[in-house]
């Protein structure tokens, strides 16, 4: 698990095709890896990689199909820059929220627009995760936590503060860009949970509790 709070800003140091999927190395900059371990989670622009091999300031992971065909690492280029988070210990400060680093679908810049010292974005989004984002609610954009200002069926708008800027990629984030979306965990259990009670003739749901004299008022 993450918390989509950014560690460092990497770089994409080589890109090797390994029999139809691929594997990267990265090269971690400023971040922390002086306590990581073979087979840890490192998020890459909010994409969890395994650690495969370490080294003095970048590690290496494979990229399966599966990551590829639902991220932006099928178009990653060496030299490219790149978010990067290790996972979180209990004793970390879940600055941001709840990150999985299971990224959900593609979405794409639409609009770029300054708001006094901010930087308002609009994304596209596949339609199926429209009913997971919620105004004031959380969304993993290429590993970062934001809050939604707004949302539609189609379409979302952050406003990214001076500080994400700097500590991120966003900064260079264009109309047409795209980017990972992981929607908020909690949303996404839940509609799971919601379908099981749906189906579960025995289930306790507030519509049952309603029936049942004593439970509500």
């Known amino acids: 698990m993450f918390t989509g709070i950014i560690q460092a800003i990497g770089e994409v140091a080589a890109v090797e095709k390994r029999q139809g999927d691929l594997r990267l190395s990265i090269a971690t900059h400023d971040l922390d890896l002086s306590d990581a371990k073979l087979g840890d989670s490192i998020a890459v622009n909010g994409v969890c990689l395994t650690a495969i091999t370490l080294l003095p300031g970048s590690f290496v992971a494979d990229v399966s199909n599966e990551t590829l065909s639902a991220t932006t690492m099928g178009s990653i280029q060496v030299g490219a820059a790149v978010n990067l988070e290790c996972a979180l210990q209990a004793q970390t400060r879940l600055g941001g929220h709840m990150v999985s680093g299971h990224v959900d679908g593609v979405g794409k810049v639409m609009a770029r627009e300054a708001d006094a010292r901010s930087i308002r974005f609009d994304f596209s989004m596949p339609q199926p995760l429209a009913r997971y984002i919620a105004q004031k609610g959380s969304i993993c954009i290429d590993g970062i936590s934001l809050t939604v200002n707004a949302v539609d069926e189609r379409s979302f708008s952050v406003n990214i503060v001076p500080h994400t800027l ?12 795209s980017v990972n979306l992981e929607v908020d965990v909690i949303a996404r259990y839940l509609e799971r ?23 509500t008022k």
Do not use: I, P
């Open 166 to 177: 700097t500590m991120t990629t966003l900064a260079d984030r264009q109309v047409g860009d």
């Open 193 to 215: 949970l919601m379908l099981a009670n749906a189906q579960d003739k025995s289930a306790v749901d507030y519509k049952k509790l309603l029936e049942n004299s004593g439970f």
